[in-house]
């Protein structure tokens, strides 16, 4: 009974491995917004994620002059906002609008008012408002007369997620915030008291070493599910899939790294106490036999 026990303890503290990751990096990373642009500031020079700004920005800016068979310009409008995005005051509207797309993608998770920009349509979308108006008055300059006056207010933009998607993951969010320390702690208390309980320790505590090895990756194997089969069709027309897996990839870096460094360390730990459990068995083995003294008959 006392091993069964063990293996049941050590069972629950590996499987609770994965969430307690996952919650800590939801609270520390994904939660904060200063965390969350820090993640996505580099993508402002992630050329995939430039050539979808460009085409998105190009392509709202296009849809007027299509309509007056401009066609010619279009081709000049794009080379204006491909100029813009890789200029240097990109990095800065790139900070600004993920900002503002975080604080109200936090707003609905916390069950806060979310209804401020740039929510519209009960979707939840980076607005690109900024770098249109940072090209818009080069274009007017240059179509004002074909067009027969400036150009109108447009609004392009990237959407992320819809209201209601973000509503249902409202609850795993909250209870996620709330165990972020109670589950790592929790983890390690069962792996703790399973390993302490189990009569051959050693044993136990390889088992919990490949235990917590292999929660690891199938943790990384689901990243790798939903990075490779659920995003592609979730974003759709949205956001090219380039630039949607090169978002993803930035927003879960320290989830990969927070498990690249506990598979490592569940490796070590059960590497190590095999070896320590083959080398006493190897010394008791060769342990010399207590002498037999014999006993004289009477």
């Known amino acids: 009974m006392r091993a069964v026990f ?28 200063d965390s969350y642009v820090k993640d996505v500031a580099p993508l402002a020079d992630h050329p995939d994620v430039q050539d979808a700004v460009v085409d998105r920005v190009t392509g709202a800016i296009a849809r ?24 240097k005051d990109f990095p800065v ?10 604080r109200q993608l936090i707003a609905i998770l916390s069950g806060g ?27 007017n300059s240059l179509v004002q007369e074909e067009l027969g006056g400036p150009l ?24 996620l915030i709330r165990l972020k320390w109670v589950l790592p702690f929790l983890s390690l208390a069962l792996l703790a008291a399973g390993v302490l309980l189990a009569r051959d320790r050693g044993r136990a505590l390889t088992g919990a070493g490949l235990g917590l ?10 990243l790798a599910v939903i990075r490779d089969v659920y995003l592609p ?35 070590v730990v059960a590497g190590v106490a095999f070896f320590a459990c083959c080398r006493k068995r190897a010394s008791r083995d060769h342990q010399p036999a207590a002498p037999v003294n014999d006993v004289a008959a009477g």
Request: aromatic residues 8%; negative net charge; hydrophobic residues 55%.
């Open 213 to 222: 090895a292999a929660s690891m990756f199938l943790l990384a194997a689901a």
């Open 233 to 267: 069709d979730y974003v759709g027309p949205a956001m090219p899939e380039a630039a949607a897996t090169a978002v993803f990839d930035a927003l879960t870096g320290f989830l990969r790294a927070g498990l690249r460094v506990i598979f490592a360390v569940g490796l």
């Open 113 to 139: 008012d979310g209804r401020v920009p740039p929510v519209r349509d009960d979707t939840v979308s980076l607005d690109l408002t900024p770098v249109y108006n940072l090209v818009k008055d080069q274009v």
């Open 93 to 102: 509207v790139w900070e600004d609008v993920n900002r503002m797309a975080h």
């Open 64 to 87: 007027p002059l299509r309509k007056r068979t401009l066609s010619p310009a279009e081709d000049l409008v794009h080379t204006l906002v491909q100029a813009v995005v890789s200029g």
């Open 6 to 33: 063990s293996v049941i303890l050590i069972v629950l503290g590996c499987v609770l491995a994965p969430p307690a990751l996952v919650g800590f990096w939801v609270a520390a990373d994904l939660a904060d917004t």
């Open 152 to 175: 109108p207010d447009l609004h392009p933009m990237f959407e992320l997620f819809s209201s209601a998607d973000l509503a249902r993951a409202r609850t795993a969010y909250t209870w």
